[in-house]
């Protein structure tokens, strides 16, 4: 049996991003996590980017044929972990509920960006938006 593969874009830029997704954990039984640096670009990205997400705004998804984005895919990324570990637990426990995770996704986002503001980082800007490459 072969694992599939499933597909966790962000931005590795961000240490909190990059220590959440490095940490997250899927049940053995679903596949495998690849980690995906949006910075990167490629294929995916311009599948994010067809659909009008702004990965600057959120993290997606890949799960087979389906994505995820912002707060659907840290909530499918809970639904999916393999709960070993406090970490995996907690994160389980907080985002399982996806009324939970629309409602505290934005002010994780809004952290997120203080802190990439602080460090002095640029948007990826997929969307090509005009005047939108600082935080």
């Given at each position: 049996?072969?694992?599939r593969?499933i597909l ?16 997250a954990r899927?049940?053995e039984?679903?596949g ?14 311009d ?63 809004f ?17 090509d ?7």
């Amino acid at each position: 049996m072969t694992s599939r593969e499933i597909l966790l874009v962000y931005d590795r830029q961000c240490p909190v991003c990059d220590a959440y997704c490095r940490m997250a954990r899927i049940r053995e039984s679903l596949g495998v996590l690849q980690l995906v640096n949006a910075r990167d670009g490629g294929v995916l990205l311009d599948e994010i980017t067809a659909r009008g997400w702004d990965i600057d705004q959120g993290m997606v998804l890949k799960v087979g044929d389906e994505l995820y984005y912002g707060a659907d895919a840290i909530h499918a990324l809970s639904l999916m972990s393999s709960r070993s570990g406090v970490f995996n637990r907690l994160t389980y426990w907080v985002f399982q509920s996806r009324g939970v995770a629309r409602a505290l996704y934005p002010v994780l986002r809004f952290f997120r960006n203080m802190l990439m503001k602080s460090k002095g980082r640029t948007k990826i800007n997929n969307l090509d938006l005009q005047d939108n490459e600082r935080i």
